[in-house]
């Protein structure tokens, strides 16, 4: 074979290798298929987009300040949650986003008030803890967890793991891709098209967040 010609089909093999990798590296940076499922964007939807016709609710910014100076296990118990979801939330200790107390309340482990727009931002979580955790499993530290969960945008409780209502459990696979896709949609992000059918929902989705809605949510012992 002459030399020429070789030469030739070797530039053309390695052209062809070329063209193979780049289309397998893909493109880089946001907006791209993720790994999430239908039943990721479902489970999103019923604790946390229902409540705003189908838009999600979050911090619209992070690191998101924690001030809770009283509690020794605060640092531990939030960042449950930064390791959980991958670092896409995170937490300012020291800032003033999300308030924590502690209640004489022997009604409950612990409660959290939470705030959002009508734009899917919250604008506000006041998290109370029960100085008495008897009957409340996994003690403080759970408590704290979980309600840092809701204070963060899980507006409810599932089944199993941490946030169930009586707590006690580490953070589910379905929580932690719970927080993940929360947090890499912008707030007020409309999730309508991923969910595979159609579910009711309540709030309505408002760009101007003119409106501001409000729930409180409880552990239970």
Known sequence: ?????LRRMVMIL????????????G???GGGDSGFTTADYQFLYTYNA????GHTIRWANVPIGVSAGAFADARTAFNRWTTASDGAVSFNFGGSNIPVSWSSSTSWCGLTTISWSSAGRI???????????AGCSGGVPDTLAHEAGH???FLGHDASGLMNPFGGQDISDQEA????????????TDITGELGKSRSSGGTYDKTGSTIHTMTISRSK
């Open 14 to 25: 390695l052209m062809v290798l070329s063209l193979a990798l780049a289309s397998c590296s």
């Open 50 to 53: 229902k409540n705003l016709s």
């Open 123 to 133: 604008v506000s979580a006041r998290i109370s803890i029960a100085r008495s955790q």
């Open 1 to 5: 074979m002459p030399e020429n010609h």
């Open 177 to 188: 891709r719970f927080m993940k896709l929360l947090y890499s949609l912008a707030p007020g």
């Open 151 to 153: 204070a963060i945008g």
């Open 27 to 29: 493109g880089g940076g």
